[in-house]
């Protein structure tokens, strides 16, 4: 199955992506080249919104991983949002779901990115 994904640009370079489909050895390619286009210096987070996705490979997982170390050398933060239960079953027979911050739904996705502003703005402030 093919990957969509679209990704949106929210306040003070924070991304929400969504994605529907598998992400594979046949897709993660085109995954890992649309987050390296978000991800520079000014990027203040990345939100991954999982709900569409009913399969994710090694490859994929492989992804993830190295989009949240790339975040997180440019103290950015990542998320992912509405999993499915059998990826995120995946995800916690690999352990790692401790490394990574897991939202269960919208409404957390937007306090999370609110929180992430407010900090910034705290930020610039000082």
């Not at 027979?93 to 409404?107: G, R, S, Y």
């Not at 957390?108 to 610039?124: C, L, T």
């Amino acid at each position: 199955m093919a990957l969509e994904i679209k990704i949106n640009k929210k306040k003070n370079y924070v991304y929400f992506v969504e994605l529907k489909g598998s992400v594979d050895s046949d897709t993660y390619c085109k995954l890992q080249e649309k987050l390296s286009e978000v991800i520079d210096d000014n990027t203040k987070a990345v939100i991954l919104d999982m709900g569409g996705v009913d399969y994710i490979s090694s490859a994929g997982i492989g992804v993830v991983m190295s989009t949240k170390k790339s975040l997180q050398q440019k103290n950015a933060n990542f998320a992912m949002v509405n999993l499915q239960p059998q990826i995120k079953k995946v995800f916690d027979v690999m352990k790692i779901l401790p490394m990574i911050d897991i939202l269960d739904d919208m409404p957390g996705a937007d306090k999370y990115i609110d929180q992430i502003i407010k900090e910034e703005i705290g930020k610039q402030a000082k």
